[in-house]
T-cell receptor, first 114, second 113 residues
Framework: AQSVTQPDIHITVSEGASLELRCNYS??????LFWYVQSPGQGLQLLLK??????LVQGIKGFEAEFKRSQSSFNLRKPSVHWSDAAEYFC????????????FGDGTTLTVKP | ETGVTQSPTHLIKTRGQQVTLRCSSQ?????VSWYQQALGQGPQFIFQYYREEENGRGNFPPRFSGLQFPNYSSELNVNALELDDSALYLC????????????FGPGTRLTVT
């Protein structure tokens, strides 16, 4: 069975500081990995995705993520956080043949201090 | 902003009632997935429809059912509502066979009292 673990429920960073959100997954085949962001009362917006190729992927809003197969991890990073980045972040894993059946982690809430 | 819309935005129902939620897919997307997101949790896959047929179901009971129409819009029906059904219900659409990116709607917030 596939699963996603986001070990950090809540992270607080100062504006301008760097950010790393952790994601570990369990999947029996080649995974298709995603990071989404959700603002309060909103749906999910895709930040970036990975299914093959370069293990460092770039996304929108200055985010990037690195796939490490040996560690079953797909951590999200941003070099300098902006106040508008405060939101909830979800990591998800899906099948390459059908990402529409994704399994999500429980999310990490990001608070940005001025 | 995606082209996926959901209605209604909010809904309050009483335990035991039935509810229908609606989703209009982004143009050209023939596959729709429904997710339940309880407070403080990530979305959980309920089921998926492809070309009007159910194409996989998560760990949800049969009182959760769905429909997909020829224009690819979709409905989620929940019978015999329980308090634990209170959640944000999200639909996500994509075009099967293309590089796999789901587009999520804004969700319907269902409260069961």
């Amino acid at each position: 069975a596939q699963s996603v673990t986001q070990p950090d429920i809540h992270i607080t960073v100062s504006e301008g500081a760097s950010l790393e959100l952790r994601c570990n997954y369990s999947y029996g085949a080649t995974p298709y990995l995603f990071w989404y962001v959700q603002s309060p009362g909103q749906g999910l917006q895709l930040l970036l995705k990975y299914f093959s190729g370069d293990t460092l992927v770039q996304g929108i809003k200055g985010f990037e993520a690195e796939f490490k197969r040996s560690q079953s991890s797909f951590n999200l990073r941003k070099p300098s956080v902006h106040w508008s980045d405060a939101a909830e972040y979800f990591c998800a894993v899906g099948a390459i043949t059908n990402a529409g059946k994704s399994t999500f982690g429980d999310g990490t809430t990001l608070t940005v201090k001025p | 902003e995606t082209g996926v819309t959901q209605s209604p935005t909010h809904l309050i129902k009483t335990r035991g009632q039935q509810v229908t939620l609606r989703c209009s897919s982004q143009s050209g997307h023939n596959t729709v997935s429904w997710y339940q997101q309880a407070l403080g949790q990530g979305p959980q896959f309920i089921f998926q429809y492809y070309r009007e047929e159910e194409n996989g179901r998560g760990n949800f009971p049969p009182r959760f059912s769905g429909l997909q129409f020829p224009n690819y819009s979709s409905e989620l029906n929940v019978n015999a509502l329980e308090l634990d059904d209170s959640a944000l219900y999200l639909c996500a659409t994509y075009q099967a066979g293309t590089p796999y990116e789901q587009y999520f709607g804004p969700g319907t917030r269902l409260t069961v009292t």
